[in-house]
């Protein structure tokens, strides 16, 4: 019997290069796939295609894989960036992470590595695939401080069902102490932040290049004027640095000190932002969401009112709540206790215990 062909891709980082080790060790027949999604100013500072490249490819000699390069910047420019850029000019903030595992990662490189005679994809990704009962569910990986289900909320059962993702059994600790333990050249490197577009860039300055920017009024939740804004998009919900409002007086506490001010409404149609004093302001927390552009891995809603637990941003804790579905597309989340800071164009998740159910972009937020 033949061994079964995995394509890993390798981004050059120690995650999938752990991954594509263990795949190995597992029994596949590995092959690498480098992914070139940025073209752009690529020869900057900010954006080390070429460094992690290298490293991929020394990663792929030590473990004893081939390793090829595929460039889907065309595809991403497209899919992921365009997208990227429409949010934030409607006002909106999104998670490019999450479109880019649903059309590049999760399509463009599946369809490649189906191309290439793969029989599964594997990628360095913290989250596991179970299957029960003829349907795949996306798990939780096992170090829940590593888990980033969050972000491949949008994979459907055709695709969890050619995906593996080994390192959702282990902690991103032992991770590390295989890759020093291999001598891999990589051993050592700082995990990446962020997307290569954007890298350790400033944001502002990013946006900038890219989008019209219209300044506008910033208010006060009284109504009154207290400065402008240089262009809704380079502000997002609960912002707290670099609003620009340095000369504005803060309402004082009994014992003298001052809360800090917070981005916490944006009105496209006026060009008017609003901001507000101290982080418990009503118009911060949110009892209610809605959400748009649902995708569910079980190709059906939760059933409508079930209690489950929701994350409306990544690094968050799973806080309690009921769904109402609105048919396959749209759904609303009660919250057991208001959520601080929900913010339109960010991704709502849905879990039921580890079990990820899939998830929506947030439209608004009821405070």
Not at 270 to 275: D, R
Not at 320 to 348: I, K, N
Request: include cysteine.
């Amino acid at each position: 019997m033949s061994k079964k062909k995995v394509v890993i891709g390798m981004s050059g980082g120690v995650d999938s290069s752990v991954a594509a080790w263990m795949l190995k060790e597992q029994g596949y027949e590995v092959i690498g796939l480098f992914m070139k999604n940025w073209e752009d100013d690529d020869d900057s500072e900010y954006c080390s295609t070429r460094q992690d490249w290298i490293d991929a490819a020394s990663v792929a000699d030590v473990v004893g894989v081939d390793i090829e390069a595929v460039n889907f910047a065309a595809e991403y420019k497209d899919r992921v960036f365009a997208e990227f850029l429409r949010e934030y000019q409607a006002g909106r903030t999104p998670n490019p992470d999450v479109l880019c595992n649903a059309e590049i990662k999760f399509k463009a490189f599946l369809d490649h590595a189906m191309k290439l005679g793969a029989d599964l994809i594997a990628t360095g990704h913290y989250a596991r695939v179970r299957e029960n009962d003829g349907r795949f569910e996306l798990l939780k990986a096992f170090d829940h401080t590593k888990d980033q289900s969050y972000f491949l909320h949008r994979l459907n059962q055709a695709q969890l069902s050619k995906s593996l993702f080994p390192l959702g059994e282990i902690p991103k600790t032992e991770v590390r102490k295989i890759a020093e333990r291999l001598q891999l050249p990589n051993a050592a490197k700082k995990d990446s932040t962020g997307i290569c577009f954007i890298g350790e860039r400033p944001f502002r300055d990013f946006l900038n290049r890219y989008l019209a920017h219209k300044p506008g009024p910033m208010k006060l939740d009284t109504g009154e004027t207290v400065g402008e804004h240089i262009g809704l998009s380079f502000y997002t919900l609960g912002q707290r640095k670099g609003i620009g409002i340095g000369g504005l007086k803060s309402r004082k506490n009994a014992d003298g000190t001052s809360e800090p001010w917070f981005v916490a409404r944006k009105d496209v149609a006026s060009n008017t932002l609003y901001i507000v004093q101290g982080h418990d302001h009503p118009w911060l927390l949110s009892p209610h969401l809605e959400a748009g552009q649902a995708s569910w891995i079980a190709g059906e809603a939760p059933a409508d009112g079930k209690a489950l637990s929701a994350k409306t941003r990544y690094r968050q804790a799973d806080v309690a709540c009921s769904v109402h579905a609105d048919g396959m597309d749209r759904f609303a989340l009660d919250f057991e206790e208001a959520q601080w800071a929900v913010t339109p164009g960010q991704s709502a998740v849905l879990y039921d215990g580890d079990v990820c159910l899939g998830g929506g972009i947030i439209d608004t937020g009821a405070s």
